[in-house]
């Protein structure tokens, strides 16, 4: 099924909307990826880098009261299992100086008595032998001889058990102020929880995360991510230190996902609004940069239909100024020869001569205005150099009503030709040239070579992505010889031996119309052995030759 063809004018318009909203479509969806993504990236980046600040604070602190665990122990068992206060006292001042409190550190038996506080008051959970394997006791028994951390009535504990082999023979727990780990949070502008490994929160700059028995929110103890809770939108990072404590840092993003939201419809609405425009504005605006080529179409479609006296008077731009004046000389030399074929009826080989040109020429013409009108949409460059070329070609055709030309001109001509192809085809067509220079001044049939080429180029496609042409031109004894040959899809046997037999029987009933338009006016115009003859083999290419008298100009 053959796909319907739009009008130039309709291309026009799909060309500007495409050229016009695709790119700003394509800009305003990838400005808001990239701030998306940015924006993403920032909220993630700096909510991990303060996590990782706190995180690293804590440790630190934490580290320095294992330390100062690890001295006590070694003091105590220095001492054969007792304690000397003004040791104990000189290590908990020299560890917690930098922090300004220096807790309750409680050294306790393995029957629960108390050895040495740094406080006036112990806990009844470390005295009480109800909670003996409950809470820190069991947290000491569970971890035996390493210092570890337990969160217990809201406190944080660092505790030790010393041991002999399997025997208890004491306990070191140390409450670390709560005053400490505020202050590791303190000036941050997200929110900021320490838990342990349950839940249970430590410290905390807010109140509005957890729950009425002191834990964290389970929405907001989910690890790293965005999240959507209750309507609204945060970012959570959370951290496992290794020291019985975990961080998680919270950014509140509701407010930028409402602000982004609105600039995302904005950024539509504008959107919407410039497609509007450019819609309706394209119309108007193809219909005003297509009407030439709508007279330029119109004036084709009198030619065809057998009107010749239609003329294009076109001002609107350089490049259609000269198609028209180069048409309205086109028809005027046309009703020339018109007139002229009438008054030579008599010399029947010149007037069928004049018929074959006649036809060949609008031929060629129209084919190659319908590359232009294609190619007007794709590239403007291209386009106007088509039709500077065209325009030469035309001005050959139509400058004068000889019927012979040096071999110069007509490869002057068929320079234009080349120049077409060259933009329509780009790196799929390639020819050679190789005339020699002795028979340039030579006379041959007008529009002889150009034909040729238009030939190979029509048929050698066929199937392939690339062509190359190669035109030769030599003098042998009294001849002029010039071949054509391609590298194309060539021609089945069958219909090369029809061309053959139309070419012999001077009747044309193949669709290669140009060859024997060729042939057919060699003969005519010379009288002896000249002509045009063709060889071609399928998928390796096709040659054509022709041979004609050598003479010039008295």
Request: glycine content about 6%; overall charge negative; aromatic content about 12%.
């Amino acid at each position: 099924m053959t796909k319907e063809v739009g009008s130039f004018q309709d291309n026009i318009r799909r060309t500007f909307i495409r050229y016009s909203l695709v790119p700003v479509a394509a800009i305003v969806i990838l400005a808001l990826v990239i701030f998306s993504f940015s924006w993403s990236y920032f909220q993630a980046h700096y909510n991990k880098q303060d996590n990782k600040a706190v995180s690293q604070e804590l440790s630190r602190i934490i580290n320095i009261y294992y330390e100062m665990v690890s001295d006590v122990e070694d003091s105590f068992l220095e001492k054969d299992n007792k304690v000397d206060q003004a040791e104990v006292f000189e290590i908990l001042y020299r560890r917690t100086a930098e922090f300004g409190e220096i807790g309750n550190l409680i050294i306790l038996t393995p029957a629960q008595q108390v050895l040495f506080t740094s406080k006036d008051h112990v806990p009844g959970y470390l005295t009480s032998h109800v909670y003996s394997n409950w809470g820190v006791w069991r947290n000491i028994r569970d971890n035996q001889g390493q210092t570890s951390t337990i969160l217990y009535e809201k406190t944080l504990y660092i505790t030790k058990g010393i041991y002999d082999g399997d025997e208890l023979r004491g306990a070191i727990v140390y409450a670390v102020p709560g005053e400490v780990a505020q202050t590791a949070i303190s000036g941050q502008s997200r929110y900021i929880i320490i838990t342990d490994s349950n839940g249970w929160i430590y410290a905390s700059n807010t109140k509005k995360l957890q729950d009425a028995y002191g834990r964290i929110l389970s929405s907001y103890n989910t690890g790293t991510g965005f999240k959507k809770i209750d309507q609204s939108f945060y970012y959570s990072c959370k951290t496992v230190t290794g020291k019985g404590i975990n961080v998680i840092t919270i950014n509140d993003i509701t407010r930028s996902m409402w602000l982004i939201a609105i600039l995302v419809g904005i950024l539509t609405g504008i959107f919407v609004a410039i497609a509007l425009i450019t819609y309706r504005s394209t119309a108007n605006s193809s219909i005003k940069y297509t009407k030439d080529i709508a007279k330029i179409t119109d004036a084709f479609e009198a030619v065809q239909n057998g009107d010749f006296d239609v003329s294009l008077n076109i001002d609107s731009s350089k490049e259609f100024k000269i198609i028209g004046g180069d048409f309205n000389n086109m028809l005027n030399g046309l009703k020339d020869q018109i007139e002229q074929n009438k008054e030579l009826a008599e010399n029947a080989a010149f007037s069928q001569v004049k018929q074959l040109e006649s036809q060949f020429n609008p031929h060629f013409l129209f084919n190659t205005l319908d590359n232009i009108r294609f190619m007007a949409k794709i590239d403007a460059k291209a386009a106007d150099k088509m039709i500077v070329s065209l325009s030469g070609l035309l001005r050959y055709s139509i400058r004068d009503v000889r019927e012979e030309v040096t071999v110069r001109e007509d490869l002057s001509n068929i320079q234009y030709y080349l120049n077409i192809l060259q933009i329509r085809f780009n790196k799929r067509f390639a020819y050679e040239m190789d005339v020699a220079e002795d028979i340039m001044d030579y006379l041959i049939p007008k529009l002889l070579l150009q034909p040729l080429m238009e030939n190979a180029v029509k048929y050698g496609f066929a199937g392939q992505e690339k062509l190359t042409v190669k035109i030769r031109g030599y003098q042998k004894q009294e001849k002029l010889v010039f071949v054509c040959e391609d590298d194309g899809a060539g021609i089945e046997e069958d219909k090369l031996l029809e061309i053959q037999k139309n070419l012999s029987e001077n009747a044309d009933s193949s669709q290669h119309f140009g060859l024997y338009n060729i042939d057919r006016r060699i003969r005519l115009m010379y009288k002896g052995d000249y002509g045009l003859d063709i060889t071609s083999k399928k998928d390796e290419g096709t040659t054509v030759r022709i041979v004609l008298p050598k003479h010039k100009e008295a």
